[in-house]
């Protein structure tokens, strides 16, 4: 069984940082299209980061560019989301996901329904 556990969520400042975490269980990371996600209250989910082919290949939103960074640690076989820069409008429920299939969608670019598992989400606040 796959699992999922995000954790380094919090509430910051602008301009501040924060590094979230996602420890998975079941499954190799290195071996499966990792992303995050994000869900502001009342919008969209917004596909944030993705990694895949042992993390080589890396997408990010336009939103996010330069101020986000995924990484993984296979030894921990955890996924990470580095925070830079933290804007208000950051600030949404963060959510790690897992797709086991073809990696030709693993692209910040197509919506959560492509990912077969979930994590249960870690909120970022980021005040003004």
């Known amino acids: 069984q796959v699992q999922l556990v995000e954790s380094g969520g919090g509430s910051v400042q602008a301009g501040g940082s924060l590094t979230l975490s996602c420890v998975a269980s079941?499954?190799?990371?290195?071996?499966?299209?990792m992303g995050w996600f994000r869900q502001a209250p009342r919008k969209e989910p917004e596909g944030v980061a993705t990694m895949h082919s042992g993390g080589h290949i890396v997408d990010y939103a336009a939103s996010v560019k330069g101020r986000f960074t995924i990484s993984q640690d296979n030894a921990k076989n955890t996924l990470y989301l580095q925070m830079n820069s933290l804007k208000p409008e950051d600030t949404a429920m963060y959510f790690c996901?897992?797709?086991?299939?073809?990696?030709?969608?693993?692209?910040?670019?197509?919506?959560?329904?492509?990912?077969?598992?979930w994590g249960q989400g870690t909120q970022v606040t980021v005040s003004s």
């Open positions: 079941g499954y190799t990371v290195s071996s499966a299209c």
């Open positions: 996901a897992l797709r086991t299939g073809s990696s030709s969608y693993c692209y910040t670019q197509y919506t959560k329904d492509v990912y077969n598992y």
